[in-house]
């Protein structure tokens, strides 16, 4: 993997996918970028909120700016998938939480599940992950993740407090 001294934080491409700078953290790049996509996803349900038409464009909007940035940043440090390349988690997260009331248990819910299955890779994310390349093939695999994540967590609701 390359040193992060080759992104350039100054164009805007590369900052975007490197998810703010979160994503130049060390250790778990992902997990630092899905933390900071928390709060980034608090100030767009003040004026989005879950399960709504608005809210659904802005994850496609989203979605299709990161195959983009994120496929542009790989290009540029010739690295597919480079860990530093966080916007995917951030949609992941996103994605993560569409379904369900933004309370605090269920940021933390959606941020755990998230985690655990952008890791773990079950099927059909690690499918994915492997067969689809450039900037879909780094969006495609969170945002599988981040439906599967939102099912759970949408289905756990009446259990949780």
Not at 104 to 125: C, E, Q, S, T, Y
Request: proline residues 7%; contains cysteine.
């Amino acid at each position: 993997m390359t040193d992060a001294v080759q992104f350039q934080l100054r164009n805007p491409i590369h900052l975007f996918a490197l998810g703010f700078g979160s994503g130049l953290i060390k250790p778990a790049p992902g997990t630092w970028g899905t933390l900071a996509s928390v709060p980034v996803f608090w100030v767009i349900v003040q004026f989005l909120p879950p399960a709504q038409l608005g809210y659904a464009m802005m994850l496609a909007v989203t979605f299709l700016f990161g195959v983009y940035v994120c496929g542009q940043t790989a290009r540029d440090v010739g690295v597919h998938d480079h860990g530093s390349i966080v916007w995917d988690e951030f949609v992941g997260y996103f994605v993560t939480m569409a379904m369900v009331p933004p309370s605090w248990l269920n940021l933390a819910l959606g941020f755990v599940l998230f985690r655990v299955l952008d890791i773990v890779k079950p099927w059909p994310i690690k499918l994915l992950d492997k067969h689809v390349h450039g900037g879909l093939g780094i969006m495609i695999d969170d945002v599988v993740a981040g439906v599967i994540a939102a099912t759970v967590l949408y289905f756990a609701q009446p259990y949780l407090p």
